[in-house]
């Protein structure tokens, strides 16, 4: 009788400490998944398309046609694809396809759109995603009740499929006298009410929930680089109640220099430096291998450099090309009006974009953007061949540049990418050589 107390006292010991291990190996995985940058790849999200009734109230085709569906009025230069989609699940155009096929869209307010484009992450080992939320938006009562289901179609979905993802305020267009308190409002309101930075896979540096302020210091954007610097300041601190955060810049490309896309007022380098963490704006800013040596010799090696000797962190962002042709027709800007004038050639534009700053030290990478069809960069699957594209549209397709790809090809680069990213590893020059259509 003693023998047989003795095992189960045993047996009860060793299950009690195997069960320990089992919990502390869980509980590391998920530190160790929701805590660092560093050799990860994260995609940019906008998020912000929707249909007529997605919601009960909204009546608009949102970021897809400025009014009713027109080819020849879109604001979309790719066409994404249903790759495996329902269509139950999807909106339908009523425009036609050359094969009298039917052109459908989406709304990120459908909780299964959400979870199929982090499946389509999870399917390629891409981290996660970096969720746009538009500072402009936030004083409009509909539109913020939108921002936040998309919010919580986000966390669900990442919940399901283990992508990691953290909060991007985008300031383009907002107003200089009221964007920092409308951040710290917002931020107040994610944290406490939504509860965001609760979620396993909320992305945390140094113990802290990253937050991206995206446009502060951009030529293009009105603001006071003194406000700027408080929010930042007290984002980072904690100050005036607010949730504190790891606080990453999506900064101009020339905020070394102030040139360029910069203001030039010497108090935004106060503003700059102020940043955990700096991600300068490159699309666009060089169209091919020779333009991109240039950059990286120019910009990319000698802002790492500083970021090195600043103490902050470097994330550049990457590309796979750029088109903004239908935005441009109804903007009434010529100029801008060229199909496909960044050409992604098959892959190479991107991948020569990673190898380079990889090579260069880049531990990290934030890839522009995941469905921004609007511009072009979308990394989604999109339509491949012409006749995919709605009758009488003008539109970039994958195969435009001579090549014979799968809908879901930039997800495969992204992700092979994002394999030597983690590994530590250099990819090879050549697209060829890592992977193949």
């Given at each position: ?8 006292r045993?047996?009860?010991f060793?299950?009690?400490?195997l ?6 190996l869980e509980?590391?995985?998920?530190a160790?998944q929701?805590?660092g ?10 998020g912000?398309?929707g249909?007529?009734g997605d919601?009960g ?5 949102q ?7 027109n080819p ?21 155009t ?11 869209f989406?709304s990120?307010q459908n909780p299964?759109i959400v ?14 995603i970096?969720?746009?939320?538009f500072v402009?938006?936030?004083?409009n009562?509909?539109l913020k ?9 986000v966390?669900?979905a990442a ?5 990691v ?5 985008d ?6 006298s ?6 710290r ?9 939504l509860?965001?930075?609760n979620n396993?896979q909320?992305?945390f540096v140094q113990n ?5 302020l ?5 030529n293009?954007?009105?603001?006071n ?10 984002l980072?601190s904690g100050?005036?109640?607010l949730?504190?955060?790891?606080v990453m810049g999506?900064?101009?490309s020339?905020w070394r220099t102030l040139?360029?896309?910069s203001?030039a ?11 955990n ?6 699309v ?6 020779n ?14 450099a500083?970021?090195r000797r600043?103490?902050?962190?470097y994330?550049?962002?990457?590309f ?9 027709i109804?903007?009434h800007n ?13 892959g ?6 990673s190898?380079?700053?990889i090579?260069?030290?880049a531990t ?5 953007m995941f469905?921004?069809?609007?511009e ?12 995919q ?7 970039v397709?994958?195969n435009q540049?001579?090549c014979?790809l ?11 990418i994002?394999?030597?990213?983690k590994?530590?590893q ?12």
């Amino acid at each position: 009788m003693k023998t047989t107390n003795h095992r189960c006292r045993l047996f009860k010991f060793i299950f009690g400490v195997l069960l320990c291990q089992i919990l502390f190996l869980e509980q590391s995985a998920l530190a160790e998944q929701a805590n660092g940058l560093n050799g990860r790849l994260i995609l940019g999200y906008q998020g912000w398309f929707g249909c007529p009734g997605d919601d009960g109230q909204n009546k608009e085709w949102q970021h897809w046609f400025p009014g009713h569906p027109n080819p020849q009025e879109i604001l979309i230069d790719m066409i994404p694809s249903q790759h495996s989609i329902s269509t139950s699940d999807l909106c339908d155009t009523g425009l036609k396809k050359p094969n009298g096929g039917t052109v459908y869209f989406y709304s990120t307010q459908n909780p299964n759109i959400v979870f199929k484009h982090f499946e389509w992450l999870q399917e390629n080992g891409i981290d996660g995603i970096a969720l746009q939320r538009f500072v402009h938006m936030l004083d409009n009562p509909v539109l913020k009740v939108r921002h936040d289901n998309l919010i919580k179609n986000v966390m669900a979905a990442a919940n399901k499929t283990g992508r990691v993802f953290f909060i991007t305020y985008d300031t383009s267009g907002a107003d200089p006298s009221t964007v920092s308190a409308s951040i710290r409002a917002d931020w107040f309101h994610l944290v406490n009410d939504l509860k965001i930075t609760n979620n396993t896979q909320y992305l945390f540096v140094q113990n802290k929930p990253v937050l991206e302020l995206w446009g502060f210091g951009f030529n293009t954007n009105p603001a006071n680089p003194q406000d700027a610097l408080n929010v930042i300041n007290d984002l980072k601190s904690g100050n005036g109640n607010l949730p504190s955060a790891f606080v990453m810049g999506g900064v101009p490309s020339s905020w070394r220099t102030l040139k360029g896309d910069s203001y030039a007022d010497p108090n935004w380098t106060t503003v700059y430096h102020s940043y955990n963490i700096l991600s300068p704006w490159t699309v666009g800013r060089f169209n091919d291998d020779n333009s991109l040596e240039n950059f990286l010799k120019n910009k990319i090696i000698p802002d790492m450099a500083e970021a090195r000797r600043l103490g902050i962190g470097y994330m550049p962002v990457i590309f796979p090309g750029y088109s903004f042709y239908n935005n441009s027709i109804l903007q009434h800007n010529a100029q801008n009006a060229i199909i496909n004038k960044i050409p992604r050639r098959c892959g190479r534009f991107l991948w020569r974009q990673s190898t380079s700053f990889i090579q260069a030290g880049a531990t990290m990478l934030y890839g522009a953007m995941f469905d921004e069809v609007n511009e072009g960069t979308a990394l989604m699957p999109t339509e491949t061949v012409q006749t995919q594209l709605p009758n009488n549209s003008k539109m970039v397709y994958l195969n435009q540049d001579g090549c014979s790809l799968p809908d879901d090809w930039y997800l495969k680069v992204s992700g092979k990418i994002s394999t030597y990213l983690k590994n530590g590893q250099v990819p090879p020059v050549g697209i060829e050589q890592a992977i193949r259509p």
